[in-house]
């Protein structure tokens, strides 16, 4: 049957697929828009299929708090190539989920996949671009925290961002800079209490072994793998680590000279590259 440019423009517009697949799906269709929506998403979940064992190692890193700076999320919608990840409809569709997720505080990941940018879901949004790229698109990662004040940081890349939660309001300044720095220096805990109990014995046993291959007496061992400890703390814990801006002191010393209560109660950090 003949399939007029016009329905090929309106299917196209309800379904963001290219000119030709919208054609195809009309014809196949014989004209019926329904059916032929459901071709155009079948299709999506066929590439999804074909390429699920692809690596999503680039894409887009997004950072958002809520106007009362109390509530934010960070999600990542990743794909296969940098040209596919700075595409206008790959960044728009980022954009809607980063701000969806927002709105809705999903407690997790199929939380958000759940919900709906139109009469969609997320997961189908995601699998139905995927099959208008031919790349495989994932939602990477995606976190939330609330805190009475929260700020966040997004590289100039697009790949690596940063939220921070505070204990009590702070001048939106300062949290970017502590934003910055996680971002920057990617601690694995705001301090040495609540650092992983896993990562420290993980750390411990690597000096350890380090210690005895350089031969040093075992009655030294433990002593010495403490004091190399103490060094991965002030490198990898965010109240310990040197303040980048200022390179003279900690990044606790900092927030304790612009408010002694204020204290970093959460963060979430991810990037594409690490």
Known sequence: MEIKAADVAKLRKMT???????????????GDFEKAKEIIREKGKLVAAKRADRETTEGSVIALTNDSHDKAI???LGCETD?????????????DIAKAALAGMPADLD???????GDITID?????????????????YYSSIEAPFIASYIHINGK????????????????????MQITAMNPVSISRADCPKEVIEKELEIYREQVRAE?????????????KLNKFFKESTLE??????????????YLKSVDPEVKVVAFRRFSLND
């Not at 963001?16 to 014989?30: F, I, N």
């Not at 990840?85 to 980022?94: G, I, M, R, S, V």
């Not at 939660?165 to 934003?179: L, S």
């Open 16 to 30: 963001g697929a290219g000119m030709m697949d919208c054609k195809k799906a009309l014809v196949e269709a014989e």
């Open 240 to 253: 310990d680590q040197t303040f980048v801006q200022d390179g003279k002191i900690s990044v606790s010393a």
């Open 111 to 117: 939380a958000l996949k759940a919900i709906k940018l």
């Open 160 to 179: 690596v961002a940063t939220i921070v939660g505070f204990n009590k309001q702070i001048d939106a300044h300062v949290g970017k800079e502590i934003a």
């Open 83 to 95: 040209f596919v990840a700075k595409n206008e409809e790959f960044q728009k569709l980022a954009n």
């Open 215 to 227: 031969g040093k007496p075992e009655n030294m061992v433990e002593q010495i793998a403490n004091g």
């Open 124 to 140: 189908e949004a995601v699998t139905q671009q995927t099959g208008k790229s031919g790349e495989k698109h994932s939602i990477a």
């Open 74 to 76: 960070l999600v990542c």
